[in-house]
């Protein structure tokens, strides 16, 4: 099932974050942020489908900012009335793993905000495509307030434990603000 309300833009990017709010009130001023900027450069958030929590702030930032919402969620969320039916698109889709392979396939690139197991699971599924060399598209975890320092230390440890390598690693960019997210993403918005 597709609705359509406007025509999508030629640049996208793939949002992965939570579906509540959290504790901090800047991870929902940052998802704004994002949804605003993304509008205002003209730029295509692709994301959940979802209209709940820090997936309803970037997408109904971007849409007040007139920008274009491409949603992508599986039947069982639908049937749980959680789908965001005033975006500019949404593809309602059999499984998880088909979400995940549609968003990536209409992305450009990726950008990680606070999230939890379904965050975690999306963003390390695009790395281990690109890992096997299934894409090139880059992918940016907006660290927001520290979030994530835990999860990045980890990943270092892995690189001197040998598990992970330093050049897969090195996939992983990045960023502590909205802008300096999007600047690392500028090759290929």
């Not at 579906?19 to 958030?45: C, F, H, K, M, W």
Request: glycine share 8%; net charge negative.
């Amino acid at each position: 099932m597709r609705l359509s309300l406007t025509s999508p833009p030629t640049r996208n990017i793939a949002v992965f974050c939570a579906s509540v709010d959290g504790a901090q009130p800047l991870y929902r001023q940052i998802a704004e942020e994002l949804g605003t900027t993304l509008a205002n450069r003209e730029i295509g958030l692709i994301y959940g489908g979802a209209k709940v929590g820090l997936m309803r702030a970037v997408a109904e930032a971007c849409l007040a900012a007139g920008g274009h919402v491409t949603g992508v969620i599986p039947h069982v969320l639908v049937d749980l009335e959680v789908a965001h039916r005033g975006i500019s698109e949404l593809h309602v889709v059999d499984t998880m793993h088909t979400r995940k392979a549609l968003m990536g396939q209409k992305a450009d690139a990726f950008l990680i905000l606070p999230g939890g197991f379904g965050t975690l699971e999306e963003m390390f599924e695009v790395l281990a495509w690109q890992t096997l060399k299934l894409h090139s598209k880059p992918t940016v975890l907006l660290n927001i307030d520290g979030f994530y320092d835990l999860l990045l230390a980890f990943l270092d440890h892995a690189v001197t434990q040998g598990i992970l390598k330093q050049k897969n690693r090195a996939n992983l960019l990045v960023a502590t603000s909205v802008e300096s997210a999007l600047e690392a993403l500028s090759t290929v918005l």
